[in-house]
């Protein structure tokens, strides 16, 4: 059976202080049956991890098979003299398939042995310390290869007459420490540092040197090699921690000769706190770490070892968590006594002393659950087992959560514990919402009670929620009435128990709520009356919910009053209410009626009103007054001009008069000129109606005013002949700018001259050029040949036996005729084909 062992969380700092208990990463299990045994009478010093099972070498030279459970396995080691060495095992390998081991040992012997079959079994006796040996990683190798380190690195293959080959693949500085293969890639630590061989290219990729311990030698540390994956490396070796990618050499990189193929790139590299026993891969940038702490105990004896899970990035790490084992005579232990296997695809790591083997895996869901909710951190088991499951309910995790949280006085965090997990269980909820009554914090749960007919609680629950809130919270009782669906409780009752509550101090909530619960009832018209008198725009909405329409004709000034916006979303709805009894209404309050109509008139510029508008506009607001007057065509001119008149709008006026045009737009003419003095408006207004009169009194007035000439003669020009502005200028009269204005005028003029007199030559020289082309056209030759055949007689046009000349005609579409073949045709000039005319006569000999 399996032990189970305690495993102490250190925090590494010797504070006195209450520190949080970290949650474990693993849970720990000593192996015993069989193995117990074994190690009271000798002490491992090599071991290797199978997915099936565990093989560990001993002092004595014994090499032992167990399961997992620590029981051992009948197998060919079994035999008790053959595949024993004489000394302590150094090195144990196994194949990928679980069929084949090989050891090594000071005896200078390396065995290869199969567990269960003996045909490819190897004995090799190299009379000298063999420190390590690798089989080959491929699992459709059948051991036909692996590698022994000594003085040199040799690999061992066998031929098919099942003779082994020695292949010396590099030469070793020292001896080789620790060997670790993966694919083509071989790892190798020496007295200097660590290589990798790579068996396709037949070449070593690099030496990466290890910095030397201060007070002691590299060699006296085990190097501890393991591969993550195909092309990572991770090398723990005294106190650093090495991982190392292997990766293709790019083609700027390639192109230099005698350069291997790949490279060894170090990724990150950091130091730990204590010696290193052994390292393998947890997470992406996760490792776990047998440690040997470099401290002593007070007594100089050796401390706990530590397994610790350490988070790398770049060139730092972080140490996740760590725990201190006491492993069977640990204070007698050095750092080489330890190592560490895994099974990398299980998460499980096996921790080896002389005297003890112990079996990290991380702990189970349940286990992490059942920690968690000891130390009251529920929230982290919930999302546990939503996460991975486990045989604790979720919904009691989530019940015992939110008894912790009332106990401390949490409520609203219950409240929305309760929302999150219960769902829509019925008689969890109520069962919970009991828990709340006792607490008085019924107010606490309200905004999470379930409302929905799926999962709709007793009326008498939601009832007392009303009631604690109607005691307690005018407030949160009005939001609750807005918020939940009538259905839920018994309106009457609550409506009784408002009036039996009423309090002055919070009678604009009470009266709301009561305006909803009427509302909510169907007494439509004590729901009005109560927001009509609390001034609460909330009437709006109630009006469009239940189609009020009828009710509000005689209410449309106070309902403007409330809310001018929402009061005309309503009444510009001519399907809701007539616009004739919103204007009845309001011819009360003129400033309502002109937001009404102003409003309309956007809506619908057609409407009847548009007459009143112009006296409102000239009102309230006379600067839409123009714009409607140019835009709107429904209004009495004459009245709209009498307005403007009385209020002296100048503008507007010159506009009316202009539309009426004849006499009036002179009289508007001498409005701009007189009373708004803008000689600019008023040549534009010349060049908008464009009448010899208006012009002739815009002269006339210029004259008058000597200021002004000069920007008559700049407006005029293209309208009327400036000459008759000249002409008028008086013998002597001093004239501003006039100078500057008679050279722009002339300018102008010969401008368009020499635009005028240029077009005529661009025209002329086009006309000349295309009649050219027209007489050449007409000179050009036209080819006949005896291909030709006249269309009349379908003769050819050219007779060689003809002795008497025969004269042809021929058209521009190219038809030929003889000219016999059509008689009196010619004198119309047009082909009898096509009656296309323009005719060539030849004559032929």
Not at 90 to 105: F, I, L, M, W
Not at 696 to 702: G, H, W
Request: one cysteine or more; proline letters at 3%; aromatic letters at 10%.
């Amino acid at each position: 059976m399996a032990e189970k062992l305690p495993a102490n969380s250190d925090s590494g700092t010797d504070s006195t202080e209450e520190e949080e208990e970290v949650e474990p990463k693993f849970k720990y299990q000593r192996i015993a049956n069989d193995l117990k045994n074994i190690l009271n009478a000798d002490v491992v010093t090599c071991t290797a991890v199978h997915s099936k099972f565990l093989i560990f070498g001993t002092f004595r030279g014994r090499v032992y098979l167990l399961d997992h459970q620590g029981n051992s396995v009948e197998s060919n080691l079994s035999s008790t003299e053959q595949h024993t060495h004489k000394v302590a095992v150094n090195q144990v390998d196994v194949d990928p398939k679980g069929e084949y081991v090989a050891t090594c040992s000071d005896d200078g012997k390396v065995n290869i042995t199969g567990l269960f079959s003996c045909e490819n079994n190897q004995n090799l006796s190299f009379g000298k310390c063999i420190k390590v040996v690798a089989l080959d990683p491929d699992p459709k190798s059948r051991v036909r290869r692996f590698i022994v380190g000594e003085d040199k690195l040799t690999l061992y293959e066998r031929n098919l007459l099942k003779k082994l080959k020695p292949t010396e693949l590099c030469a070793v500085e020292g001896s080789v420490l620790s060997i670790c293969w993966q694919g083509n890639f071989v790892a190798w630590a020496s007295h200097l540092g660590v290589r990798v061989y790579d068996l396709s290219e037949k070449c070593s990729l690099g030496l990466m040197k290890w910095e030397v311990p201060s007070q002691a030698r590299l060699e006296n540390f085990r190097c501890h090699l393991r591969w993550s994956n195909e092309h990572t490396l991770l090398i723990g070796w005294v106190d650093t921690i090495r991982i190392c990618v292997i990766r293709k050499r790019n083609g700027i990189e390639a192109a230099s000769s005698n350069l291997p193929g790949y490279v060894v790139d170090p990724v990150s590299t950091f130091q730990t706190t204590f010696y290193i026993c052994g390292l393998a891969p947890l997470a992406s940038n996760q490792l776990v770490v047998l440690g040997y702490r470099k401290e002593r105990s007070a007594t100089y004896k050796a401390l706990r070892p530590v397994l610790c899970v350490i988070e790398y990035k770049m060139n730092s790490s972080e140490e996740i968590c760590t725990d201190s084992l006491t492993l069977r005579g640990f204070e007698e232990y050095t750092v080489n006594d330890y190592s560490l296997g895994c099974i990398i695809e299980e998460n499980r790591y096996f921790i080896v002393a002389p005297k003890d083997i112990v079996v990290a895996s991380l702990i189970e869901t349940d286990d992490r659950v059942e920690w968690l909710i000891k130390h009251s951190k529920f929230e982290e088991a919930i999302d546990l087992i939503s996460t991975h499951g486990g045989s604790l309910p979720i919904l009691s995790v989530a019940r015992l959560y939110i008894n912790h949280l009332l106990t401390l006085k949490q409520y609203e965090d219950a409240a929305k514990l309760c929302l999150r997990m219960l769902g829509n269980n019925k008689a969890l909820w109520e069962e919970e919402v009991f828990k709340f009554v006792k607490c008085q914090q019924l107010r606490s749960v309200s905004a999470y009670l379930p409302t929905s007919e799926d999962c709709k609680l007793d009326p008498h629950v939601y009832e007392m929620v009303l009631y604690e809130f109607l005691k307690f919270d005018a407030k949160g009782f009005l939001n609750l009435i807005k918020e939940w669906p009538p259905q839920l409780y018994d309106g009457l009752a609550v409506i009784n128990a408002i009036h039996d509550n009423f309090r002055k101090q919070n009678a604009n909530e009470l009266l709301e709520s009561l305006a909803l619960l009427y509302s909510y009832q169907g007494d439509f018209e004590s729901a009005l009356r109560m927001y009509l008198k609390l001034q609460n725009k909330d009437v709006f909405e109630l009006i469009r919910r239940y189609e009020l329409y009828d009710v509000i004709s005689k209410l449309i000034i106070p309902l403007i009053h409330l809310d001018r916006d929402r009061a005309f979303k309503i009444l510009l709805d001519k399907k809701k209410i007539k616009p004739e009894v919103v204007v009845q209404q309001l011819e009360q309050n003129q400033e309502y009626l002109y937001w009404f109509l102003d409003e309309l008139h956007k809506i619908n510029s057609s409407n009847v009103f548009q007459r009143k508008l112009v006296e409102l506009y000239a009102k309230y607001d006379r600067s839409k007054l123009l714009p409607f007057l140019r835009r709107s065509k429904e209004y009495v001119i004459q009245d709209a001009l009498a307005i403007c008149k009385r209020e002296g709008f100048y503008p507007e006026m010159v506009y009316l008069l202009g539309c009426m045009g004849g006499v009036e737009a002179v009289e508007a003419l001498n409005i701009i000129i007189h009373s708004i003095s803008d000689i600019e408006m008023a040549i534009e207004f010349c060049k908008e109606h464009n009448d010899n009169d208006l012009w002739n009194v815009l002269i006339d007035e210029s004259i008058k005013q000597p200021e002004i000439v000069t920007k008559v003669l700049d407006g005029i020009v293209d309208y009327v002949n400036p000459e008759i502005v000249v002409s008028k200028i008086k013998l002597g009269q001093t004239i501003p700018n006039l100078r500057e204005s008679v050279i722009k005028m002339l300018w102008h003029y010969n401008s368009q001259k020499e635009v005028l007199c240029t077009s005529h030559e661009i025209q002329l020289d086009d006309y000349f050029d295309s009649h050219s082309e027209v007489v050449a056209f007409r000179r050009r030759a036209q080819h006949v040949s005896y291909d030709h055949h006249c269309p009349q007689c379908h003769r050819p046009v050219l007779m060689k036996s003809t002795s008497h000349r025969n004269g042809l005609v021929a058209f521009k579409c190219g038809h030929i005729y003889h000219q016999l073949c059509i008689p009196g045709s010619t004198t119309s000039g047009q082909c009898g084909e096509c009656n296309m005319g323009n005719s060539d006569r030849s004559e032929e000999e």
